[in-house]
């Protein structure tokens, strides 16, 4: 569960919608793009690969909804996780963010996963961002976990942006309790191209490897890098390489894809 939890954030930091706060006034209207990943698990524990399409749309200057659908294989297993979105400004100070979604399998993918957020920008020039969330999800075979997140995101220069966070999981069962600190550098310019380098570490509740296998309360680190680049107005490209690490295994791979910008 944790896992499925570092991975989809992994996804929204280096390749997905709030990596555009480089520069919010060049924000499309819409995006439509596809990605492709594979990665390589040690221990004979079955390999990573998978395709998600996600799309971004700006109905209004204070609205912004989000929508992606996943196939992947992981751990010998394979689902489908689809997931919806909404992003709120009030005002110029306080946004909002809350999503839901579920997915398939035999244990890759929860039942059910819900997520919000509420931030605030701080100073004349709003250059100083914080937020506080959480996380609830219903994984398979009994699992599930409630998360509390918070973080501090800083517009450090034009085309520079620093975020890091500090995550608080309670794991069922057993009430296994951990913390994880994160945090991305994004260098460069939306409608361009841009930058964005990762990592986290720090402890996990529980991981679902196999139909039989649970690796329970340990430590685990995990790095990548992306980058995103636009040809013309109209979209482009984008690659990420990554590894992840524990006491088990080691996972590492890229992520390929291709977008669509609309204004």
């Not at 990548?224 to 482009?236: A, T």
């Amino acid at each position: 569960m944790m896992k499925f939890a570092a991975f989809c954030a992994a996804l929204v930091v280096a390749l997905g919608p709030g990596a555009v706060a480089c520069d919010a006034q060049a924000s499309p209207r819409g995006r439509l793009e596809l990605v492709a990943h594979t990665q390589r698990v040690t221990k004979s524990l079955g390999d990573w690969r998978g395709v998600a399409m996600r799309l971004m749309q700006h109905p209004s200057a204070r609205d912004t909804w989000f929508g992606e659908a996943l196939w992947q294989r992981a751990f010998n297993d394979e689902g489908v996780y689809a997931s919806i979105g909404e992003r709120h400004a009030f005002g110029s100070r306080w946004t909002s963010f809350v999503s839901a979604g579920g997915g398939t399998g035999d244990f890759l993918f929860p039942d059910a996963r819900a997520d919000v957020q509420l931030g605030f920008a701080w100073g004349q020039g709003k250059r100083l961002i914080s937020s506080v969330g959480g996380t609830a999800i219903d994984g398979k075979r009994g699992y599930s976990d409630v998360a509390g997140r918070l973080s501090l995101t800083a517009y450090l220069m034009p085309g520079a942006v620093l975020e890091v966070g500090q995550r608080f999981t309670r794991s069922a069962p057993g009430g296994v309790r951990s913390a994880r600190t994160d945090g991305a550098l994004t260098l460069g310019v939306e409608g361009r191209g841009y930058l964005v380098v990762r990592g986290s570490s720090g402890g996990e509740g529980y991981q679902l490897v196999g139909p039989s296998t649970v690796i329970r309360k340990f430590d685990s680190r995990e790095g990548g890098i992306g980058w995103r680049q636009w040809f013309g107005s109209r979209g482009g490209f984008l690659l990420q390489v990554e590894q992840y690490t524990n006491d088990l295994y080691t996972r590492s791979g890229v992520s390929v894809g291709g977008f669509v910008d609309w204004k």
